[in-house]
């Protein structure tokens, strides 16, 4: 193991040596005079080096497998401009800078003075207006987005891992990704002026060398104006051409690298692909090519056998994407099915219980759809944002199915998995129900509104205005779905709650006040005996949206005592105001029952208390007894339209509600010590037996 450390390191250090040799090379080769032959093989390197890193660029699958590049740009730079002082010096003390400008002069400039000129006059346009300058703005631009995207990428990231998508490995990769973008694209918009100022460099240095060789010719070597400029011309012409190709080659490998578009494919063909990839396209192409060659005096050889081509191309293409589509399906076909027969009966998965569900017949589907411009999704979720809003709990998600054994129009609502309401709606029409002051008579079909069982009348769509100008309250199906799956929401909500979810707005709370939190749980009371305080104010429809002073009443009260039901009073009466403003109308007299003392006596001297809670031992005939007065003297207030409110002690409240919950349904039961001392109360009855 050691030996083969040993050898990548020694490895390492040759390169390190190599790059160190390149760099200190650019400043010995602007001190010393190369003699002709040695720049010759350095001019040839400087250009392997050129077409080594315009193929890097090509083929590299991501930008960051190219990190270094802007420092390649920088040392590449210095070493093609200490290459441009060298040969000067020698056009200029010798005139003879060797084969490889000589060569650039005579035949790419074509040994003319004139024709060498022009051509290295286009090439600084290409690359100074053309290429260099639109590299600039793409590296400024793509450095300016990648730094204002960094916040919403790592919250990406934060969310993934938050959400179990990935771990902290892959996290902390990502990160060090995104932190490696942000500094190469930095990097690259200084760089890119490496380039431009490298052309402006060897735009100076030709035009020393034109006016210096002109100069040493007339007055060191006795050349006339005429033989000077004519010679030294093409040297000078063939230095810049030899030094502006590589310069050239460099330009476009930067707008390369900094245009990539693709993250992780190959340059070629996802080049040829986008271009070439469509039939439609080449069989256009084609088509005008073709167009041009006969309606044109163009060479009708060329153009119309261009366009054959491109159309030829494109049936061929066209041929091989439909054999690729049929072949896609066919193995997707396969698959499918190889995976159904290999994978063994997933069971775990049967054993899910949706919390919610709602199943409808396929009469009501269009209503779910909404590509046929169903809102019944939308509604759902603002069911959800409402409950959260007036209970203080999340409702978990609602599943919403069709189910061809319903019929068309009916939908059943199920609770973790038990139907518990069902429903039926007419597609098409409205409900309409009488608010108990409407004389006037409509035509329809007699029903029952589902969620509180009023009677109503199905109307049509003519209906619909006359029945509201009368008075009539018309809702729509969707409404009438809506506002039954609420109820029954509201009805078992205190069921819903779980132990996650407390412990979900445990965590809530303690973003925000994590004192009490840590001081209640787990030193007090365990996240079950949290759960169950909140599902009891949750069952008498008490908000817990006021978590705080739940879970301060809790850490004060629970030392004490234990009893989730003595701690659930404790709690409501530290939310009196909260009772007295649903229950209770401030500034009005609110008339209700109160409880005989001798039957609250009798009701405090039933209770057994033992390990596992506290219950009731009365006598079933004196049970049905004060059941019985209790249903005379709240019906009262449900004739006077009153809310049917009985009125206890504070001791005796809880064991009231227990014995009354398999009686009267929704009766509420509340203890002095839960109202305001701003409310008004009066008494219309008192429950006796």
Known sequence: MPAKGGSKSKVFNVFDIGVALYLLSAF??????????????????????????LFNTLFVKEVLDMSFYPTILLFTTIFRISLNVSSTKLILTTGDPGNVVRTFGQFVGGNDLIVGTIVYIILLIVQLVVINKGSERVSEVTARFTLDAMPGKQMAIDADLNSGAIDD?????????????????GSMDGAVKYVKGDTNAGLIITGVNLVGGIAMAMLRRGMTFGEALNTYTILTIGDGLVGEIPSLLISLSTGILVTKGAKEADFGPVLVRQILSTPKVMYMAGAIIAFLGVATPLNPVIFVSMGAIFIVGGRMMQNQLEVETVEAKAEQAEEVTAEEIRKPENVISLLNVDPIELEFGYGIIPLADVNQGGDLLDRVVMIRRQIALEMGTVVPIIRLRDNIQLNPNQYIIKIKGVQVAEGEILFDHYMAMNPGYVEEEI?????????FHLPAIW????????????????VDPPSIIATHLTEVIRQHISELLTRQDTQNLVNNLKESNPEVVDELIPKILGIGEVQKVLQNLLKEGISIRDLLTIFETLADYGASTRDTDILTEYCRQALKRAISARYFQMGESTSVVTLDPAIEQEIMGSVKQTEQGSY??????????????????????EEMGRNPIVLTSPIVRIYFKKLSEDYIKDLIVVSYSEIDSNVELQSVGIITA
């Not at 996290?171 to 973008?181: F, G």
């Not at 035509?443 to 969620?451: K, L, Q, V």
């Not at 109307?459 to 029945?467: F, H, K, M, P, V």
């Open 28 to 53: 010995v080769f602007m001190i010393i005079t190369l003699p002709a032959t040695l720049l010759d093989v350095c001019l040839a390197f400087n250009m392997a080096i050129a077409f080594a890193i």
């Open 169 to 185: 490995a892959e996290a902390k990769a990502r990160r060090d990704k995104i932190q490696e973008e942000s500094s190469f694209f």
């Open 459 to 474: 109307i049509t769509e003519s209906q619909r205005e006359r029945a509201e100008s009368a008075g009539y309250t018309v």
């Open 616 to 637: 009731i031992t009365l006598p079933p005939d004196r049970t049905k007894a004060i059941m019985a007065s209790a249903e005379a003297e709240t019906r009262k207030l």
């Open 443 to 451: 035509t329809g079909i007699n029903t029952f509104e589902p969620s």
